[in-house]
């Protein structure tokens, strides 16, 4: 079906165009990523290559953190920003609030707002990176560990990320799919042959005979979990609750009843990339307090704050489960909601319209998170649990969070794909019926 809607699309020119523009977006970024950032050295990263906070950041980073490039900071001080500015949305910042009610005038100056924070963000962000990484390695990834260089590694990796931001802005505006999504999709998917490859050194490569059975059974078994999450994740992912609704007499035109779609996962993969990059923070923090001194108390709040950890798995889950009943309420408002039905003359059945219609979302809406929510962090836990149990690679460990990116961002891709030969397909119709 795909690789079939993907052969009609790339008939159509204006279609060609947005995906050929899409992938030379990415090859750029691609290239970025392999540019390491001045002062650095890149192969001192290999020590600390099991690091929990690193792998969390190659996701984040589109696998770019990996080669400590200009793009390492990605689109995480972006995102950061994002959860920032929703936040202040909610009755805690005024200006905010009132931007947010002025269409697409405020939505403009939040957006303003949300890069001039990210890029403090990233510049800070970046810096404690250098420094944290720099204290852990034991020969340290900075050839001259003075002000003056990790300002200049600061201010290299804050103008990466701007960059990153704006690629993410042009797929957006002229290409194909979500801008943010794709970067984060791209290194994903590039880092698959790794994944692949570290999986066939593990167990095939310097086994014995004996073993080798062992090793095909075990990983059989690997490939066969990882085809029954991804059937039940793109399930989930694309399972939808529909609300039915009817027209009044007055809505001339209407059809007589028709329904409200809400997906059973309102909130889609967003909590788990917020979750991922509320986890860095700690870990950017606490090296500039410790000042390469062990300081037992904040070593201890590290490791509990770490996935590989039941704390940190906990504290995981926990934000997944917060992010998902906030982002739920963001991408659907069930007062903004009760109020556009009630302008198009609709109406839930046995539900009366305004403050009951509303109220009636509101506790549907939590159901759905509730749903969501268990499901995300399942999805997100299993393969850290998996790696934890069985002891294998540490890319394993982010599996699930890719996992749920990968599959949102193609679904998604469809559907885009789908809207544009359908809306082809229509000015074809109506230039034939002139």
Same mark, same amino acid.
């Given at each position: ?142 050839s001259t560990p003075n002000l003056q260089t990790f300002l200049l590694i600061g201010a290299v990796l804050t103008a990466g990320s701007v960059i990153v931001t704006w690629l993410g802005d042009q797929i957006s505006d002229k290409g194909f799919g979500n801008g943010v999504s794709m970067i984060i999709f791209a290194g994903i998917i590039s880092s698959i042959p790794g994944t692949i490859k570290s999986v066939y050194e593990d167990y095939f490569v310097n086994i014995r005979s004996d073993e080798m059975t062992n090793s095909l059974i075990f990983v059989g078994l690997l490939i066969l979990a990882?085809?029954?999450?991804? =059937? #039940?994740? /793109? %399930? !989930? $992912?694309?399972?939808?609750? @529909? ?5 009044? +007499?007055? *809505? ?72 998902? =009943? #906030?982002? /739920? %309420? !963001? $991408?659907?408002?069930?007062? @903004? ?5 009630? +302008?198009? *003359? ?78 082809? $397909? ?9």
């Amino acid at each position: 079906m795909f690789f079939r809607l993907l052969k009609d699309a790339l008939k159509v020119k204006s279609v060609r165009k947005k995906i050929f523009f899409t992938i030379f977006i990415i090859f750029v970024f691609r290239v970025g990523t392999h540019i390491t950032v001045p002062g650095i050295n890149a192969k001192s990263l290999e020590q600390i290559s099991d690091l929990p906070f690193l792998n969390m950041l190659n996701l984040v980073s589109g696998n770019a953190m990996s080669n400590f490039s200009v793009f390492s900071m990605g689109v995480s001080p972006y995102i950061t920003a994002s959860i920032v500015v929703q936040l202040l949305q909610m009755d805690i910042l005024p200006k905010f609030v009132e931007w947010g009610k002025q269409g697409e005038v405020g939505r403009r100056k939040l957006n303003q707002a949300t890069r001039y924070i990210s890029l403090v963000l990233a510049f800070f962000q970046s810096i404690g990176i250098a420094y944290g990484f720099n204290a852990l390695s034991s020969v340290g990834i900075v050839s001259t560990p003075n002000l003056q260089t990790f300002l200049l590694i600061g201010a290299v990796l804050t103008a990466g990320s701007v960059i990153v931001t704006w690629l993410g802005d042009q797929i957006s505006d002229k290409g194909f799919g979500n801008g943010v999504s794709m970067i984060i999709f791209a290194g994903i998917i590039s880092s698959i042959p790794g994944t692949i490859k570290s999986v066939y050194e593990d167990y095939f490569v310097n086994i014995r005979s004996d073993e080798m059975t062992n090793s095909l059974i075990f990983v059989g078994l690997l490939i066969l979990a990882s085809l029954i999450i991804i =059937f #039940f994740t /793109t %399930f !989930v $992912q694309q399972a939808e609750y @529909k609300i039915p609704i009817q027209y009044t +007499k007055l *809505a001339q035109g209407a059809p007589t009843n028709s329904y409200l779609p809400l997906k059973i996962n309102p909130a889609g993969v967003i909590p788990v990339i917020f979750a991922s990059s509320i986890t860095t923070i700690p870990s950017t923090i606490l090296p500039f307090f410790q000042h390469g001194r062990d300081i037992p108390w904040m070593t201890t709040l590290q490791e509990w704050l770490s996935y590989t950890n039941p704390t940190g798995m906990a504290v995981y889950a926990v934000l997944i489960v917060l992010f998902s =009943f #906030f982002y /739920t %309420f !963001v $991408q659907v408002n069930p007062e @903004k909601t009760a109020e556009n039905l009630q +302008k198009n *003359a609709s109406y839930i059945p046995s539900v009366r319209p305004g403050r009951e219609t509303e109220e009636y979302l509101s506790s549907l809406l939590k159901k759905l998170a509730t749903i969501g929510s268990v499901f995300l962090a399942f999805v997100a836990l299993s393969p850290i649990v998996a790696q934890q149990q069985f002891d294998l690679s540490s890319s394993v460990a982010l599996g699930g969070t890719s996992l749920l990116i990968v599959i949102s961002t193609g679904i998604e891709g469809m559907k885009q794909l789908e809207g544009y030969l359908l809306k082809r $397909q229509y000015v074809g119709f109506m230039n034939t019926a002139e």
